[in-house]
């Protein structure tokens, strides 16, 4: 079986995120964790090294500073050599409505589910690249595959990730460096605490084996939990009059 022994997380306190780790801290991996909330960086942390993990370092930073972003991926480097994996957990999940009406804040919202991730997805590639192969796994969202009424900023952000994902996926095909695409749907995570739950709603433990499964084989692109590629496939089809009437 695949062994991933050399891991950068950016985004290692996202509650989908801390279940994939628990999968993979059962290969005794070593890890390199950042995320933005250091107190909470500090939990999952221990929660890791619990579980078996060694943690190789970690760091507390704005991912909106692209130097800090290179700074970490170098840190990572330097401390375990090459990176077998890159998991990128990185996104915020706003209010539509708050953004339609403040516009600083829909452009912060743009930063940190575009412009911050992409420049992480970015810095990534070039050290894979550099390096010859690795994997590069990255959760967006099914929000990203067609613009609706309720969330179109936030899935503006995400559609322009996926692109971005995409066109990454092209220039290493053949390669030895792998782009997986992770497209959560409905996830009740501390993101999503004020949301009704319903059906179609699942849990990062129900998703983390799904998840992990797609990053070992380097699957471009994993919809969990996977009905949600059929949802996604109908969404996308249907003629707008119709999708402009849906609560969605």
């Not at 409505?97 to 070039?126: G, M, P, R, Y």
Request: proline share 3%.
């Amino acid at each position: 079986m695949k062994k991933f022994n050399n891991i950068l997380v950016f985004g290692a306190t996202s509650a989908i995120c801390h279940a994939v780790l628990k999968i993979l801290s059962e290969q005794t991996c070593h890890f390199f964790l950042a995320a933005r909330d250091e107190s909470r960086l500090a939990a999952i942390t221990q929660d890791l090294k619990t579980r078996g993990a060694t943690i190789s370092g970690t760091s507390s930073f704005d991912f909106n500073h692209v130097d800090s972003i290179q700074s970490c991926v170098d840190s990572a480097s330097n401390k375990m050599g090459s990176l077998d994996l890159i998991l990128v957990a990185h996104g915020t999940l706003p209010d539509n409505e708050l953004l339609e009406k403040d516009i600083n804040k829909a452009i912060e919202s743009i930063n940190a589910n575009f412009t911050s991730c992409a420049a992480i997805v970015l810095e990534s590639c070039q050290r894979l690249e550099a390096q010859g192969s690795g994997t590069l796994a990255v959760i967006s969202s099914v929000a990203g595959d067609r613009g609706r009424k309720t969330n179109y900023i936030y899935g503006a952000s995400k559609s322009a990730l996926n692109t971005l994902l995409q066109g990454l996926q092209g220039r290493f095909s053949g390669t030895n460096i792998r782009i997986v695409n992770i497209k959560p749907g409905m996830i009740d995570t501390p993101m999503t605490r004020d949301f009704q739950k319903g059906l179609l709603w699942s849990t990062p433990e129900k998703i983390a084996p799904a998840i992990y499964k797609a990053i070992l084989i380097g699957k471009s692109n994993c919809y969990v939990p996977s009905y949600w590629r059929l949802i996604m496939l109908i969404i996308k089809f249907l003629p707008a009059a119709i999708l402009y009437r849906l609560p969605i």
